[in-house]
């Protein structure tokens, strides 16, 4: 069991930078798969990046692809969004989840279906 805790999130302007940042619990972080997802007010949840236990293979949403970086860091258990050049479409709720390494990220993706989940952070990106 890992336990997730988001930090980093605020109201920035247009064109601003924010760094999320997820510590989780336990010694095994590295054998977890993470990603990051949103909700927006009105809206579902959906994917925005993810990257694999050994950092070697990192997946983004279209939305984001160019702007957004995902790194982890297994030695200090955490994970981190690199946001850029974001635009009031960012404005959500931001998630962090973990999925044990032995599920194919890309079907946890696509799916959603990670097994842990932060109680997430607010990012707001006004004009």
């Known amino acids: 069991q890992v336990q997730l805790r988001e930090s980093g999130g605020g109201l920035v302007q247009g064109g601003d930078s924010l760094r999320l940042s997820c510590l989780a619990s336990?010694?095994?972080?590295?054998?977890?798969?993470m990603g990051w997802f949103r909700q927006a007010p009105g809206k579902g949840r959906e994917f925005v990046a993810a990257i694999t236990w050994n950092g070697k293979a990192d997946y983004y949403a279209d939305s984001v692809k160019g702007r957004f970086t995902i790194s982890r860091d297994n030695i200090k258990n955490r994970v981190y969004l690199q946001m850029n050049s974001l635009k009031p479409d960012d404005t959500a709720i931001y998630y962090c989840a973990a999925e044990p390494f032995g599920t194919d990220i890309v079907v946890a993706i696509t799916t959603g279906g990670f097994d842990f989940w932060g109680q997430g952070t607010q990012v707001t990106v006004s004009s």
């Open positions: 336990g010694r095994t972080f590295n054998s977890y798969h």
